[in-house]
């Protein structure tokens, strides 16, 4: 059996049986000990069928008889333009071509992003959050309107990107986008996974971005002080709406709660154990990792407060408010929900000696090195007070 040749089988899906008594015909492709099935979107009574010789056979079915011998001829010629045109092609790329699609070798960025993000989508709410999906949603935007602008297209063929490709959209985003960088590198990251779904299917044989070093951002830590903590929770506001923000913000300063697992908890998520502590239980949308937060007593107050529910804001409502907080009582200080989680970690935890490894799990984070990562200074400056600690006594 000469393995290089192409085969083509028609043949009745008798499982399949609909209404009028009629089965789905299928049609099946073979070329190098692979195969790939697929529906004609042909009907025919099983009995009227004559699998040896491929046809149809009652005088009613010379349609149908017809459309089989259109779909060969139309294998037929992918097959040979595919002999001609590409050094190498499978089955699939045959299916591909059929279909009116590109074949894997001529994939464009465009059409990974799609497959990428469609899975995606069918996953939100069961391994990725709506807000991840969103993102790629908009890497994909903002990677088809630099290939606009850059390239006066709408798409991109894959094996012709290279190195340059992601230096001039670095570029891109931060003169025509003005993006910072930090939200540079996170695109260009979603680009690099658009390249691994590519490279996992097949459509590409090497990274053309393997040697691609995202710019360095040094950012700065912003939280508030020990002082300034004092300052907002004893702070008294006669505008109800930016006390209801100013107590959310405390709460996440002494929980660590990220917006989306504060406008979500409900009562199911706080649990009393056996010496009648409280404890919030709940998933992280972000990472996925499970989540166990003691409720300081100050969190507590405040969730006792509101019947240990929270009330609902939006988080584009939430910071606004905190901008008047912060000028009201005179923070210097952009301040934004985020930044109660950046305080719970560094003034209440770390800057209280809570070991780095209780942290990070209190924070939820996916590994101790991310931990390590955004407290460096705070941690490096908690070093050199133990180590001046440790020469006084050795001294």
């Given amino acids: 059996m000469n393995i290089n040749k192409l085969t083509i089988l028609f043949y009745i899906h ?25 529906s004609t ?4 009574n099983p009995d009227y069928w004559d699998n040896k010789k491929q046809i149809a056979f009652t005088k009613d079915d010379n349609y149908i008889n017809n459309q089989i011998g259109l779909i060969k001829n139309k294998i037929n010629q992918v097959f040979l333009y595919l002999k001609v045109n590409e050094n190498e092609f499978d089955v699939f790329d045959i299916y591909l071509k059929l279909s009116g699609k590109n074949t894997k070798a001529n994939k464009t960025i465009m059409e ?11 996953l939100v709410g069961n391994g990725y959050a709506k807000s991840t999906y969103n993102k790629f949603l908009e890497a994909k935007m903002h990677t088809q309107s630099f290939i606009k602008h850059s390239y006066n297209r709408n798409d991109f063929m894959l094996e012709k990107l290279s190195l340059k490709f992601l230096d001039d959209f670095d570029f891109y985003l931060k003169t025509t986008k003005n993006h910072k960088q930090v939200t540079i590198n996170k695109t260009i990251q979603r680009v690099r996974k658009i390249i691994k779904v590519a490279l996992s299917e097949g459509y590409l044989t090497k990274d053309p971005f393997i040697l691609y070093k995202p710019k360095r951002v040094i950012n700065k830590l912003v939280y508030l002080s020990s002082n300034e903590l004092y300052r907002i929770e004893n702070y008294v506001f006669k505008q109800k709406r930016l006390q209801l923000v100013k107590d959310l913000f405390i709460f996440c300063c002494y929980s660590g709660l990220a917006y989306q697992e504060m406008s979500t908890l409900s009562t199911i998520n706080i649990k009393n154990d056996e010496n009648n502590n409280f404890w919030i239980e709940l998933t992280r949308k972000k990472t996925g990792k499970d989540l166990y937060v003691p409720l300081l007593p100050k969190a507590l107050d405040i969730l006792k407060k509101y019947d240990m529910k929270l009330p609902k804001i939006s988080n584009q409502k939430f910071n606004s408010y905190l901008k008047e907080i912060a000028d009201i009582i005179g923070i210097n200080k952009r301040l934004t929900h985020h930044i109660a989680r950046k305080t719970f970690a560094t003034t209440v935890l770390l800057n209280n000696d809570v070991p780095i490894e209780v942290v990070s799990e209190l924070l939820g984070h996916s590994s101790i090195q991310m931990t390590q990562k955004h407290y460096a200074k705070v941690i490096k400056s908690r070093i050199n007070k133990e180590i001046k600690n440790l020469r006084l006594k050795l001294e």
Avoid at 19 to 34: E, S
Avoid at 112 to 122: E, P, T
């Fill in 112 to 122: 990974v992003f799609d497959l990428h993000n469609n899975k995606m989508k069918k």
């Fill in 41 to 44: 979107g042909l009907f025919i």
């Fill in 14 to 38: 008798r499982n399949r049986v609909n209404k009028k008594g009629l089965c789905p015909l299928k049609c099946r492709i073979t070329y190098n000990k692979k195969r790939k099935d697929f």
